[in-house]
Nanobody, 125 residues
């Protein structure tokens, strides 16, 4: 499985942005997908996750109510819609996929098998 994240950019506080994660590979569609982020000088942290059929989602408290994760199975793409962005949302956003635990919602980075290259989101105040 290969993951390609894109859609990052520079926005102002209060703006919205959508980042995408396109997956390719034979088993790409049968995977649990998560988004993590890493701010400068901080550790990578869980942000959101979605089950392989898209029926279940889970969010970190810091983004709950502002971010929405979704997937288009026909396109093998997972999206992270980010609304009401804050300067503290500034980070490199990474998508990850798990084949081993494809039917679970995963919040630990060690549960994921594949990672995208990351896309930078910068929120100015």
């Amino acid at each position: 499985v290969q993951l390609q994240a894109c859609g990052g950019g520079l926005v102002q506080a209060g703006d919205s942005l959508r980042v995408s994660c396109a997956a390719s590979g034979r088993t790409a569609s049968r995977s649990s997908v998560g988004w993590f982020r890493q701010a400068p000088g901080k550790e990578r942290e869980f942000t959101a996750a979605i089950s392989w059929r898209g029926g279940n989602t889970y969010y970190a408290d810091s983004v709950k109510g502002r971010f929405t994760i979704s997937r288009d199975s026909a396109k093998n793409t997972v999206y992270l819609q980010m609304n009401s962005l804050k300067p503290e949302d500034t980070a490199v956003y990474y998508c990850a996929a798990s084949i081993r635990f494809y039917d679970q919602i995963l919040t630990s980075s060690t549960s994921y098998d594949y990672w995208g290259q990351g896309t930078l989101v910068t929120v100015s105040s």
